[in-house]
């Protein structure tokens, strides 16, 4: 696990794969939209909280919650996500939730370009989130299912980001060299990709923000 200082403690964090995340912080366990393909979440602790982007099945795993969840977990979910988990505190575009101490706000996750077969963005504009996580003043990015969009310029100084790269739901490696030169986090992990090619990735970065994938 990864370990980063925040003013508010430590805080572990494990990619499991794809867009899954699991963060220990405090004695508590975070994880964020679990996905069993990628992990086996038997073996995993139980979840404090659990933070949902939106209700795809790679993000809303019915499989991969029934083996953390319990009746004192807390979730932070999108709208979507709110008819198969009724006790969700269920966030739009701006809202906030404090999970103790911890800042979460909603903002914007969504295609433009990319779109299915019947036109449509595989991920329309107010539907899935992305969130901030605010530690106080660091401040962590978990971006969700997006392209390159506006509302980027308006999230501040970002810590840690953790973006998606994959076609067609996502980013290309140009569109998401692009968006992280509209976000500029200090320190990022590209997650949600088929492939990736760090040393590629890296000689493409912006001055000033450091890739920590390491394969």
Request: proline share 6%; net charge negative; aromatic share 12%.
């Amino acid at each position: 696990m990864k370990k980063f200082n925040t003013p508010l403690g430590e805080i572990k964090i494990d990619i499991l794969g794809h867009a899954s995340l699991f963060m220990q912080w405090k004695g508590k366990n975070i994880y964020v939209d679990p996905y069993s393909e990628v992990a086996d979440y038997s073996k995993l602790p139980s979840a404090d909280f659990v933070l949902l982007t939106h209700h795809h099945f790679d993000h809303l795993d019915k499989e991969a919650l029934k083996h953390i969840v319990n009746e004192q977990t807390l979730f932070v979910t999108n709208r979507g996500c709110k008819a198969e988990l009724p006790q969700a505190n269920a966030l739009t575009q701006g809202d906030s939730y404090n999970y103790e101490g911890i800042e979460i706000t909603a903002v914007y996750a969504y295609n433009i370009v990319n779109k299915n077969e019947q036109g449509e963005p595989f991920h329309p504009r107010g539907e899935g989130n992305g969130y901030i996580l605010d530690f106080n003043g660091y401040r962590l990015y978990i971006a969700g299912d997006t392209e390159h969009i506006p509302e980027m310029k308006e999230l501040g100084e970002i810590d840690l980001a953790f973006m998606p790269k994959n076609l067609p739901y996502t980013m290309s490696d140009q569109m998401f060299i692009e968006a992280l030169k509209t976000v500029m986090p200090k320190q990022l992990f590209a997650i949600h990709y088929f492939e990736i090619d760090v040393p590629k990735l890296k000689e493409m970065m912006p001055q000033g923000v450091e890739l920590l994938n390491e394969k």
